[in-house]
């Protein structure tokens, strides 16, 4: 059980377009999830925090105008990459949290590589 | 503000021998404390968790860590590697009492396995 999808795996596109990634709890509903974003040989960085109907808390430094979050479902969250340039390529990874005070279970994350 | 140090960046360890990976944190309180695993291009595991209690925790995979409150420590141990434990381990810490905040996570430990 306990399981997070992400899709897609990995998504190339060119400089300027959007990018939408999915991040799905499949056996669980998810009051809370977030996103992070890892850099190559880096460590994980939280961007942003959704609650499923609300909208999302970002950490600071990060654009929320950029990065769109949509949390529309209890199993269901949204990272949307606006104009999408190369410094925006990355490893993004989402987690999702059963309740207050529970573990988070990290889906297998996405890579994205923007031309 | 809560951090995580991971003094290690990388660590090279016989098969069979043991293993001890260092975590430290500065938060106010007593966090959550937690050890991933990552292995390349792949989500993370977790490989066991802290929230009160016994100080030695116990994990999967033949892990242990042991919660040090006047360190400030939550080192990762195991007595014997496997070829298999290669990875890249992150200590994590989260908001005591839980609560719907994301983990901060340690830049992350380099294990290498030498036959």
């Known amino acids: 059980g306990a399981v997070v999808s992400q899709h897609p795996s990995r998504v190339i596109c060119k400089s300027g377009t959007s990018v939408k990634i999915e991040c799905r709890s499949l056996?669980?509903?998810?009051?809370?999830m977030f996103w992070y974003r890892q850099f190559p040989k880096q460590s994980l960085m939280l961007m942003a925090t959704?609650?499923?109907?609300?909208?999302?808390?970002?950490e600071q430094g990060v654009e929320k105008d950029k990065f769109l979050i949509n949390h529309a479902s209890l199993t269901l969250s949204t990272l949307t990459v606006t104009s999408a340039h190369p410094e925006d390529s990355s490893f993004y990874i989402c987690?999702?949290?059963?309740?207050?005070?529970?573990?988070?279970?990290f889906g297998p994350g996405t890579r994205l590589t923007v031309l | 503000a809560q951090s995580v140090t991971q003094p290690d960046i990388h660590i090279t360890v016989s098969e069979g021998a043991s293993l001890e990976l260092r975590c430290n944190y500065s938060y106010g309180a007593t966090p959550y404390l937690f050890w991933y695993v990552q292995s390349p291009g792949q989500g993370l595991q977790l490989l066991l968790k802290y929230f009160s209690g016994d100080t030695l925790v116990q994990g999967i995979k033949g892990f242990e860590a042991e919660f040090k409150r006047s360190q400030s420590s939550f080192n990762l141990r195991k007595p014997s590697v496997h070829w298999s434990d290669a990875a890249e381990y992150f200590c994590a810490v989260g908001a005591p009492g839980g609560g719907a905040d994301g983990l901060t996570f340690g830049k992350g430990t380099h294990l290498i396995i030498q036959p």
């Open positions: 987690s999702a949290q059963t309740g207050i005070g529970n573990e988070q279970f």
């Open positions: 056996d669980f509903q998810a009051t809370t």
């Open positions: 959704s609650n499923e109907g609300s909208k999302a808390t970002y």
